[in-house]
């Protein structure tokens, strides 16, 4: 499959970015220092930098999740600097797990992990896990075959099956054991074992890789994307908020103009190239004339798990000391919780108090998607008292975030869609560049996003790059070793229909 890079001359009209998120952003921010023409058109009526925007609720502020500033390319982290100055703020990592009651430090440390469980608990996984070492499991499917195996069912149970199940909505005896392979790899109950008695191993260098240190910008990661924003504006680019482009017109293998709905009504914007980072479903969906059937049949199976933030103000200074801590506890549905302040003090509008954000995984699908603000602000506010994080007098506001589309989701069918949809759009729209998160279905953190926005960009300019080897091949533009895998890949599912959302929950 070639690169995208159909394009030989520079453009000699303007440039439209569709979405003004890490991708859309450093791509045209290329495309400017090389003096070409660009319009941004962004679909939220203020706010720039997409899921890794802050939102900002009476001066209290919170991420779509807690956005850490970590690349494995010199390209993205000087591009960081550049643009976040000395203000970058420089963090220790501080994540725990929450089970019952009980904290445990992750990255997983023995000692502590069976001191929490206590003696009795300790017994009775170490049993489970020698069981499972002198009887293993002669066949391993799934990601729960595979983890019991390794680690025995109890710690299993306790360490990885609820989150998981709450990030993905599916059962851990339906996601494929590649992916607990990948995601887990170099994690062993030895090799705890080995780094509790400081003994170096060969699983050692890989636990080493998980990020234990990273820049954040004090008042949050949407501010990197708002200086990127004026600059691009300052040297000429057109940045238009509000505009959802619902319609890409398209004849002659080129697109010709995207047409945007905006408070207004609509408008119409030419251009000599495109460049996309909305959701590829969407992008196919919109085609006019409308792409073959077969074509929207791929871009329509294309599916996102959906992410809501409930943000709880506390009249404490102090809650924990944790930057976030993940919730294995299967009694409550919140899956993660984001102590703000402690990734910049600046995210508060006043240090007697705390912003929360508690984070439910769901389906837009769900009835839980549906609930009122009022509703999922007490569901919120009850599962943090029950956690025993908080008391009801102590929690003074809320607010909460509904994003789509938060995780591109990778099934049985993703790569044939994928591969149909490029296949398309290379003969049909030659003049139409892919890149970032959604726009490419691919599981990109802002770097990656960054660096395919940029490859876009320079194939406009005349280069010849492929973006989509990004986030694949860890050497492609990247030195050093591959990223952290951790909590942050997505599961392949064993079951055809297994990561269809539920019907409601
Ligand atoms: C919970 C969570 C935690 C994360 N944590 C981290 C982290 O710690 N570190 C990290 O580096 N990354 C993290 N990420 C990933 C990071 O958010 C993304 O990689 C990054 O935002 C992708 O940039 P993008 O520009 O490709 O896409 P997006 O951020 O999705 O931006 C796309 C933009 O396009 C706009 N758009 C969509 N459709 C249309 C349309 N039809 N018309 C006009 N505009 C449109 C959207 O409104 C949006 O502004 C996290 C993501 C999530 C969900």
Redesign the pocket.
């Known amino acids: 499959m070639r690169s995208e890079a159909a394009f030989t001359t520079r453009p000699a009209g303007e440039v439209v970015i569709?979405?003004?998120?890490?991708?859309?952003l450093t791509a045209a921010y290329e495309l400017c220092k090389a003096g070409v023409r660009v319009l941004v058109?962004?679909?939220?009526p203020k706010t720039?930098?997409?899921?890794?925007?802050t939102v900002e609720y009476k001066g209290f502020r919170f991420d779509?999740?807690?956005?850490?500033?970590?690349s494995k390319n010199p390209q993205i982290e000087e591009l960081w600097t550049e643009i976040g100055g000395d203000r970058m703020l420089r963090r220790e990592r501080k994540s725990r797990i929450f089970y019952r009651g009980l904290l445990f430090k992750y990255p997983l440390e023995i000692i502590d992990s069976l001191k929490n469980l206590g003696a009795m608990e300790s017994i009775a996984c170490i049993g489970s896990y020698l069981r499972s070492r002198l009887a293993p499991a002669r066949e391993v499917k799934t990601f729960e075959d595979w983890v019991v195996r390794a680690f025995g069912r109890r710690l299993y149970e306790i360490f990885f099956k609820t989150y998981t199940e709450k990030v993905w909505g599916i059962p851990c005896n339906t996601i494929s054991a590649d992916w607990a392979a990948q995601r887990i790899r170099g994690l062993s109950v030895s090799a705890l074992i080995r780094a509790a008695l400081r003994w170096p191993g060969k699983d050692q260098p890989i636990i080493k890789t998980l990020i234990g240190n990273f820049r954040y910008p004090p008042h949050g990661p949407g501010e990197i994307w708002e200086i990127l924003a004026a600059r691009i504006q300052s040297m000429g680019a057109r940045n238009l908020m509000g505009?959802?482009?619902?319609t890409l017109e398209r004849s002659n293998n080129r697109i010709r103009a995207v047409i945007?709905e905006n408070r207004s009504g609509t408008s119409r914007h030419p251009g000599d190239f495109f460049l996309s980072?909305?959701?590829m479903r969407?992008l196919i969906l919109a085609m006019d004339p409308p792409a073959p059937p077969e074509i929207v049949e791929a871009a329509s199976g294309l599916r996102y798990r959906d992410?809501i933030t409930v943000a709880l103000i506390l009249d404490r200074a102090e809650v924990f000391p944790d930057q976030w801590i993940y919730v294995h506890d299967p009694d409550v549905k919140v899956g993660r919780i984001q102590n703000f302040k402690n990734w910049s003090p600046d995210m508060v509008a006043d240090p007697r108090f705390t912003v929360l954000g508690l984070?439910y995984f769901c389906f837009d699908s769900s009835t839980m998607w549906h609930e009122s603000d009022e509703n999922l602000i007490a569901m919120a506010r009850d599962e943090l008292v029950h956690l025993g994080l908080a008391d009801y007098k102590s929690i003074v506001d809320g607010a909460v975030v509904r994003?789509p589309a938060?995780?591109p989701i990778y099934d049985n069918h993703y790569q044939d869609s994928v591969r149909t949809i490029r296949r398309f759009l290379e003969c049909e729209a030659v003049n139409l560049q892919l890149?970032?998160?959604?726009?490419m279905h691919k599981y990109?953190?802002?770097?990656?996003?960054m660096l395919t926005?940029m490859m876009a960009a320079r194939n406009i300019l005349g280069g010849n790059y492929d973006q989509w080897r990004v986030n694949s091949d860890a050497l492609y533009l990247e030195e050093g070793e591959p990223e952290e895998t951790g909590l942050r890949l997505t599961p392949i599912s064993v079951a055809p229909d297994e990561l269809a959302p539920p019907k409601a929950g």
């Open positions: 569709i979405g003004a998120g890490p991708c859309g058109l962004e679909q939220d720039v930098g997409g899921l890794s925007r779509i999740g807690g956005h850490r500033f970590f505009e959802r482009v619902v945007t980072t909305m959701p969407d992410f984070e994003q938060a995780y890149a970032g998160r959604n726009g990109n953190n802002q770097d990656h996003a926005g």
